[in-house]
Nanobody, 116 residues
Framework: QVQLVESGGGLVQPGGSLSLSCAAS????????MNWYRQPPGKQRELVAT???????TYANSVKGRFSISRDNAKNTVYLQMNSLKPEDTAVYYC??????????WGQGTQVTVSS
């Protein structure tokens, strides 16, 4: 079965950096786009970044120039490098894959807190 396991969250000061990882299993990782979403406290989940199977990337305007998504198909892992973090980046971060319409899978989430 499809499994996504995030790691790397934590507490960081404004202006700092964190790197998130998501280890995937149960499907042919290299064939599918991967997404990072986040859900700030009391708000809806939002799409942060996407990387296609070919390596093309897109970002939410709020993180463009600060966050970078990448993937290692040999390790079945997708990464999110977050720099110049702001308090408004505080959220639970989730990785996601859409295998086919109606079959969207999520990790358990990892908490990122940006605070002094």
């Amino acid at each position: 079965q499809v499994q996504l396991v995030e790691s790397g969250g934590g507490l960081v000061q404004p202006g700092g950096s964190l790197s998130l990882s998501c280890a995937a299993s149960g499907y042919i990782f290299r064939l599918y786009a991967m997404n990072w979403y986040r859900q700030p406290p009391g708000k809806q989940r939002e799409l942060v970044a996407t990387i296609t199977s070919g390596g093309s990337t897109t970002y939410a305007n709020s993180v463009k120039g600060r966050f970078s998504i990448s993937r290692d198909n040999a390790k079945n892992t997708v990464y999110l490098q977050m720099n110049s973090l702001k308090p408004e980046d505080t959220a639970v971060y989730y990785c996601n894959v859409l295998i086919r319409p109606g079959n969207s899978y999520w990790g358990q989430g990892t908490q990122v807190t940006v605070s002094s």
